[in-house]
C-alpha cells in the first residue's frame, strides 16, 4: 500500500478530485493548508498598500491507496493539477505500513477498499 500526499493549487482542487476517482482511489483526506516552494510567496498592494503574502493558499490531498493503483493515481495528480505555473504543487509517495477500518476491523488493503 501506498500513501499519496499531494499538495496542490486549490483552484485544481476539483479537476484533480475528479482524475483520481477515476483512477480508482476509493476516498481521500482533504486540508487546507498554506506554504510555499521555490516561489517563496508573492507581492500584492491592497489599497494602494504593497505587502508581501510570504505562506501562500494551498490544499493537500492524502490518498492511501493499493500498490496496484499508485503510479495511475499519481499520473492523475500530475495531468490534472498541472497548469505550467509555479506553485503547481508537489506530489510524495510513502510506503503505508498498515490500515485500520475502525468500523468493521478490516485491516491493510480491505480497509482502503471502497
Known amino acids: 500500500m501506498k500513501m499519496i500526499i499531494a499538495v ?5 482542487l476539483d479537476a484533480v478530485l475528479d482524475a483520481v476517482t477515476e483512477a480508482g ?29 510570504k505562506l501562500l493558499p494551498k490544499v493537500k490531498l492524502e490518498i492511501a ?7 495511475a493515481v499519481i499520473e492523475a495528480i500530475k495531468t490534472s493539477a498541472n497548469t505550467n505555473k509555479i ?19 478490516e485491516q491493510d488493503a480491505d480497509a482502503i477498499a471502497g
Do not use: H, N
Not at 496542490?8 to 485544481?12: A, G, H, Q, T
Open 25 to 53: 482511489a476509493s476516498g481521500l483526506t482533504v486540508t487546507e493548508v498554506r506554504g510555499y516552494g521555490r516561489q517563496r510567496g508573492k507581492t500584492e498592494v491592497y489599497r494602494g498598500a504593497e505587502y508581501e503574502v
Open 8 to 12: 496542490i493549487k486549490p483552484s485544481r
Open 87 to 105: 506553485g503547481d504543487g508537489k506530489v510524495f509517495v510513502l510506503d503505508l505500513e498498515s490500515a485500520l477500518r475502525i468500523r468493521t476491523g
Open 65 to 71: 491507496v493499493p500498490d496496484d493503483i499508485a503510479a
